[in-house]
């Protein structure tokens, strides 16, 4: 399964498989990703495996859909997206992202962002996406601000960290009629 909206991103999404688990290890175990997020760090191989094999349970119960964002110059995956907590009843997800290191400040969040925006309000037919960043991530709320999320609120303490700190999140949506 391949996300495209286009054919003009210099990315893609995909869903894991079980043979990316060495590469996932590799961009995953990184120090300034489990500092904003909920990816644990160290990021031992054993890690990705589960990763990927919830992944795949996940999509299968329809609560979560996760891609690998993967630079089409050269096939590398490049970070990790996903639509979380998926309520079809409400019609309403939340998403989250990391990139690897070096492939941040180039862009790729925002193509990957609109890849995944509509993917879940076309293809999932959501009706509300919730997006949110730790208070002190400014590269993510620039990302989030950017494709249009709505400010609605500070979380305190919303999620515990994979550096196991707990942080406040400024929490946002998006709505399908706002979505362009
Ligand atoms: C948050 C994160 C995903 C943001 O990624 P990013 O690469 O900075 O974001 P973008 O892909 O939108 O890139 C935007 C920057 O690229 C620059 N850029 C360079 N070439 C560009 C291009 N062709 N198109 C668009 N922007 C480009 C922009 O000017 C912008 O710079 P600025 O932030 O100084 O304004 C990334 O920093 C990350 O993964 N951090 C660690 C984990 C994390 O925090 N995850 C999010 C948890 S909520």
């Known amino acids: 399964m391949i996300v495209k909206k286009v054919g003009e991103e210099r990315i893609l999404l995909r869903f894991w498989k ?4 060495k590469e996932l290890q590799k961009l995953a175990n990184d120090e300034s990703i489990a500092k904003y997020t909920t990816v644990p760090f160290p990021y031992k191989e054993k890690d990705a495996l589960e990763f990927i094999g919830r992944a795949e349970s996940n999509l299968k119960e329809n609560v979560e859909h996760c891609f690998a964002i993967v630079d089409r110059k050269n096939d590398a995956i490049i970070g990790s997206t996903s639509i979380l907590r998926i309520d079809s009843r409400n019609k309403k997800a939340e998403i989250g992202y990391w990139l690897g290191k070096d492939f941040r400040k180039q862009g790729f969040m925002q193509e990957a962002l609109q890849l995944l ?4 309000f076309e293809k999932l037919d959501l009706n509300r996406i919730g997006i949110s960043c730790a208070t002190g991530n400014k590269d993510s709320r620039k990302v989030i601000e950017k494709a ?10 919303g999620n515990i960290s994979g550096l196991g700190q707990a942080y406040d999140l400024r929490n946002y949506s998006i709505l399908k009629k706002e979505f362009k």
């Open 18 to 21: 079980l043979s990316d688990a």
């Open 117 to 120: 925006l509509d993917y879940g």
């Open 148 to 157: 249009g999320g709505k400010f609605e609120g500070i979380e305190r303490d």
